[in-house]
């Protein structure tokens, strides 16, 4: 009832950029919090950011200045910039979102199957 696209990842040098991009389709009546965790080997899976429908964001500390969640509400899509990528950001990179699909009455969490980022000389 709901897909996940997301796109963007990859390899690249510190100090570089990448922009990932989750596209959610589907019978979606309407989309609430949106956001991106990240799961790195043998590591918990973490919040890196969050966005609401209002477009109020929080941030993992590590990642404040340097990423930045932004959504397209007419598109459904959820996109992270992160710029200054360090070797520790080296994760699987995952799209989730809060989802009230057309005729139900509550919302429930929806999860991207994940992108791979890799920050590596």
């Known amino acids: 009832q709901v897909q996940f696209v997301e796109s963007g990842g990859g390899l690249v040098q510190p100090g570089g950029s990448l922009r990932l991009s989750c596209a959610i389709s589907g019978s979606i009546f309407r989309l609430y919090r949106m956001g991106w965790y990240r799961q790195a080997p043998g590591k918990q899976r973490e919040l890196v950011a969050a966005i609401t429908s209002g477009g109020s964001t929080n941030y993992l500390d590590s990642v404040k200045g340097r990423f930045t969640i932004s959504r397209d509400n007419a598109k459904n899509t959820v996109h992270l910039q992160m710029n200054s990528l360090k070797p520790e950001d080296t994760a699987v990179y995952y799209c989730?979102?809060?989802?009230?699909?057309?005729?139900?009455?509550?919302?429930?969490?929806?999860w991207g199957q994940g992108t791979q980022v890799t920050v590596s000389s």
């Open positions: 989730n979102a809060e989802v009230r699909i057309t005729g139900s009455g509550t919302s429930r969490v929806y």
